[in-house]
């Protein structure tokens, strides 16, 4: 399986990101979704892909990766689970034990409506869900020049049957 880049959207404020990062799959459709997820992430087109602009411009900066070093998730790292329950974590809000201002409440809130409006363009039956909160620090699936500096990091895949599109969305707080 080879997924195809599609597109990607970015939003920041203040230091507080979304991203959101399309690709076509074509095959393996017979699978479950976890598992499709699990097999696309691992590929060179995802990785090469789901990379923000900015990374693709400075690709030697060691601060422009993904906190999560997808080529090793698996099921074991990820959970899976309906909209609601995905909507029910998020709104609890990442990391318990960090301070939030009223600012910075406000624009994760828009962040997160931002990602449910996403997620209500397309139908999809579960998404699988990873956080920064859920693994240790040195856990080999985190890159370790960006756990220093994140605050949160929360990244979620779904895929929509109908139109083929596995969506990767990153929010994150640096």
Not at 52 to 58: N, T, V
Not at 118 to 129: E, L, P, R
């Amino acid at each position: 399986m080879e997924p195809i880049f599609i597109s990607q959207d970015f939003i920041t404020k203040d230091f507080q990101n979304a991203h959101l990062a399309h690709f076509h799959i074509a095959e393996g459709l017979d699978k479950t979704d976890e598992a499709l997820i699990i097999e696309a992430i691992h590929t060179d087109a995802f990785i090469e892909g789901n990379k923000i602009a900015l990374a693709k411009q400075y690709p030697e900066d060691p601060f422009m990766d993904s906190l999560f070093k997808y080529r090793l998730l698996n099921e074991h790292h990820l959970k899976v689970v309906d909209k609601a329950e995905l909507f029910n974590v998020l709104d609890k809000g990442p990391a318990s034990s960090v301070q939030w201002t009223e600012n910075e409440k406000t624009i994760y809130s828009s962040h997160l409506n931002w990602v449910k409006a996403a997620t209500d363009k397309y139908i999809a039956d579960q998404y699988v869900i990873i956080s920064k909160d859920w693994v240790q620090q040195l856990d080999p699936i985190i890159n370790l020049p960006e756990s220093t500096v994140y605050k949160y990091f929360i990244t979620i895949f779904w895929f929509d049957r109908e139109l083929q599109l596995l969506t990767c969305c990153e929010l994150s707080y640096d």
